[in-house]
């Protein structure tokens, strides 16, 4: 069973107690198991592992407490997450305008991140590059929409215009992993 950060967790809880109906998040602490809310108790620590099937449940209890289609819930936190944690692990790229820079460090920071499976980085271009997520645990289609919306607010942040974020495969949909190719201009 695979671990995922705090933080992961930490970008769903932050979302639905920022909605603008604060009974959301009420709900969503009721929609959720005993189990889960041991686990995440009183606080998540962003830095602490969790088990990923813990960030499964909240995601599904989110979107069944949501009248609000589950691709646009997980693409906003998404970029909600980029915008929030983009000043504190990649403030130099975005301040140098520099999309590679941003996702080569991801690659170093992913395992501080995210800890789920691995990234791989490849950059094919000035303005475009090769990104590969293998996991090691049955990935679910939100956590994918996540993903990608975060790299493409990312990339936004460091100046790139007219983000291209193409899948090539997923491994929520039976691909072997899930592969992107990204451009953007400017």
């Not at 069973?1 to 920022?18: A, K, P, Q, T």
């Not at 499964?56 to 944690?85: C, H, Q, V, W, Y």
């Amino acid at each position: 069973m695979s671990d995922i950060r705090g933080l992961m967790i930490h970008s769903r809880l932050d979302y639905v107690e920022n909605l603008p109906d604060r009974k959301h998040y009420q709900r969503l602490l009721q929609h959720l198991s005993e189990g889960m809310r041991q686990s995440i108790g009183e606080q998540v620590f962003l830095t602490n592992s969790y088990a990923f099937s813990l960030l499964k449940e909240l995601d599904t209890a989110i979107g069944e407490i949501l009248n609000t289609p589950m691709e646009s819930i997980f693409r906003d936190i998404g970029r909600r997450s980029a915008n929030l944690i983009m000043d504190q692990y990649f403030f130099n790229y975005a301040q140098s305008k520099n999309p590679q820079g941003f996702l080569s460090q991801i690659e170093k920071l992913y395992p501080y991140l995210c800890n789920l499976g691995q990234y791989f980085y490849q950059k094919t271009d000035q303005k475009s590059a090769h990104l590969k997520f293998s996991y090691d645990e049955d990935i679910h289609k939100p956590y994918c929409w996540f993903i990608q919306s975060f790299l493409q607010t990312g990339i936004e942040i460091c100046s790139g215009e007219k983000v291209i974020l193409k899948e090539i495969q997923c491994e929520a949909d039976d691909g072997e992993s899930c592969m992107y190719e990204v451009s953007w201009s400017k």
